[in-house]
């Protein structure tokens, strides 16, 4: 059976909760096999984690399936997202979970983190959630206040540069977007924004992101095999995600548009 995804109009960010809201009840994986590529994301996470395990946020949160997997490394583990109704299932996950006393979850857009205070944040972590965020430049803002001197953020993303993106379903008329909100970013943009933010650039690299969701079964293996070929030979361009660390400026402010240098 073929697949193709149809992008969804959206006017503001009640649009996008209601999304969101839809899609919390039966939320899956929609990629391939959960497990696996749950697995798979961790062992890109894990390895770009500091020494400073006090607090972990992550924004975008949905269901918490990152959280929960990673919150035995951190005394506290908070999970914000736009969606009610993730939040609910999230919370509902918690009270079975073997930690759940050191984590809570709360309902607040990454736009605002309203529930998070400024300089309290070890890591910050953003999984699949950053391209469905209209205003980046305000999250990173946000993510930088809410980050230690010396905190990390650590993101993973599609690759606003995917050839998936930029030619093939452009060639053949197919949307790529769920919500017409929805943006990739490529590597130099992201540099940008976090750079705009304060935060800097430690680490940043390809992942092997195939929305096999999204698409038609033979392009799936068709982009599988060009991912074979890009990790090998490192071209961008056919690599579906960009992981990154960053981490917030010693001597900068918390607070958006300030510095405390000289």
Not at 171 to 176: A, E, I, L, N, S
Not at 190 to 203: F, K
Request: proline content about 5%; some cysteine; aromatic content about 8%.
């Amino acid at each position: 059976m073929m697949n193709k995804l149809k992008t969804r109009q959206v006017a503001d960010s009640a649009d996008i909760r209601a999304f969101f809201d839809r899609l919390a009840a039966t939320y899956r994986e929609a990629h391939g096999r959960a497990d696996r590529l749950l697995a798979y994301r961790l062992s890109i996470i894990r390895p770009l984690l500091g020494k400073q395990h006090g607090t972990l946020l992550e924004i975008g949160c949905g269901t918490g399936l990152h959280l929960f997997e990673l919150t035995g490394l951190y005394e506290q583990a908070i999970g914000t997202d736009l969606s009610s109704s993730m939040i609910s299932e999230a919370d509902t996950l918690r009270e079975r979970h073997p930690n759940c006393k050191s984590i809570r979850f709360a309902v607040d857009p990454a736009e605002q983190l309203s529930t998070i205070e400024s300089g309290q944040i070890d890591t910050v972590l953003c999984v699949g959630a950053l391209e469905h965020m209209p205003d980046k430049p305000k999250v990173l803002r946000q993510i930088a206040r809410v980050l230690k001197p010396g905190g990390e953020f650590i993101c993973l993303t599609p690759n606003g540069a995917y050839c998936w993106y930029t030619s093939i379903a452009r060639w053949f008329h197919w949307d790529t977007r769920h919500l017409s909100s929805d943006c990739f970013v490529t590597r130099q943009e992201l540099c940008g924004l976090l750079s705009d933010a304060g935060l800097m650039p430690e680490t940043i690299g390809y992942w092997t992101f195939i929305p096999k969701g999204d698409m038609p079964s033979p392009i799936y293996w068709l982009l599988s095999g060009l991912n074979i070929i890009g990790e090998r030979l490192k071209i961008p361009a056919l690599r579906g995600g960009i992981y990154l660390k960053a981490v917030f400026k010693e001597g900068q402010s918390n607070e958006p548009g300030k510095s405390t240098s000289p």
